[in-house]
C-alpha cells in the first residue's frame, strides 16, 4: 500500500480540526457570560432566588408608589406608574408579601 503523505496528512488535519473547540467559543458555560431574558432579571429581594413577575388587580394605593393587591401583596413602583394605575387595573409586578400591617 503507497499512502502520499503530503495527501494525508493536510486530510487528516482538516478532519481533526472540525472536532476540537476553540477556549474562546461563544458558548461559554460561566452564567455572567450568558445574555438575559428579554426585559432582564428581577430579584426578589432574597440571594440567589430568581422573582418572576405575577398579574394582580390593584385593591388600593399608598403613596408615593406602592400598589396593593386584594391578597394584600404589595409593588412599589415609580411615582408616574404610581399615579397613572387606577384601582381596579391589573398589572404585572413583582409583588411582595404584606409588610406585617393588619
Same mark, same amino acid.
Given at each position: 500500500m503507497n499512502v502520499n503523505l503530503a495527501r494525508a496528512v493536510p /486530510? *487528516?488535519?482538516?478532519?481533526?480540526?472540525?472536532?476540537?473547540?476553540?477556549?474562546?467559543? /461563544? *458558548?461559554?458555560?460561566?452564567?455572567d457570560d450568558r445574555a438575559l431574558p428579554k426585559g432582564g432579571v428581577k430579584s426578589s429581594g432574597r440571594t440567589g432566588t430568581p422573582a418572576s413577575e405575577t398579574k394582580k388587580m390593584v385593591t388600593s394605593k399608598e403613596p408615593p408608589g406602592t400598589l396593593i393587591a386584594s391578597d394584600r401583596s404589595q409593588c412599589v413602583v415609580p411615582v408616574d406608574q404610581f399615579e397613572k394605575t387606577g384601582v381596579g387595573q391589573s398589572i404585572s409586578c413583582v409583588w411582595s408579601p404584606p409588610s406585617g400591617r393588619p
Open positions: /486530510a *487528516t488535519l482538516l478532519l481533526i480540526s472540525g472536532c476540537i473547540v476553540p477556549a474562546t467559543s /461563544a *458558548t461559554s458555560r460561566i452564567p
